[in-house]
């Protein structure tokens, strides 16, 4: 069982960086592939980024190529989006979801989701 919580998220000018934190309580994150999914309002689901178990694997949505980067840091049981040149098109809730299975999956998959953080880009 996981426990999911994100943090990090805020209100950043365009042009600024965050880096959003999903951190677990329970089971350790080593062997689930994990996912950073935002939702903005009238808009749907999508996945922004997702870094794969053991290989490390990273997949990217276009959107935020060049721009976000997943990590994972496995002692700190922590799975980091470091978000840089943001827009205000990147503004929505961000959520971290978690699968156990070596590959990235669609939103579907997976089975661990946290509560969301806001991330809110405006001058």
């Known amino acids: 069982q996981l426990q999911l919580v994100e943090s990090g998220g805020g209100l950043v000018q365009p042009g600024g960086s965050l880096r959003l934190s999903c951190t677990s309580s329970?089971?350790?994150?080593?062997?689930?592939?994990i996912g950073w999914f935002r939702q903005a309002p009238g808009k749907e689901r999508e996945r922004v980024a997702c870094?794969?178990?053991?290989?490390?694997?990273?997949a990217y949505a276009d959107s935020v190529k060049g721009r976000f980067t997943i990590s994972r840091d496995n002692a700190k049981n922590a799975v980091y989006l470091q978000m840089n040149s943001l827009k205000p098109e990147d503004t929505a809730v961000y959520y971290c979801?978690?699968?156990?299975?070596?590959?990235?999956?669609?939103?579907?998959?997976?089975?661990?989701w946290g509560q969301g953080t806001q991330v809110t880009v405006s001058s």
């Open positions: 870094i794969a178990s053991s290989s490390g694997n990273t």
């Open positions: 979801a978690a699968e156990y299975s070596y590959y990235c999956s669609g939103a579907e998959a997976m089975e661990y």
């Open positions: 329970g089971d350790t994150l080593d062997y689930y592939a």
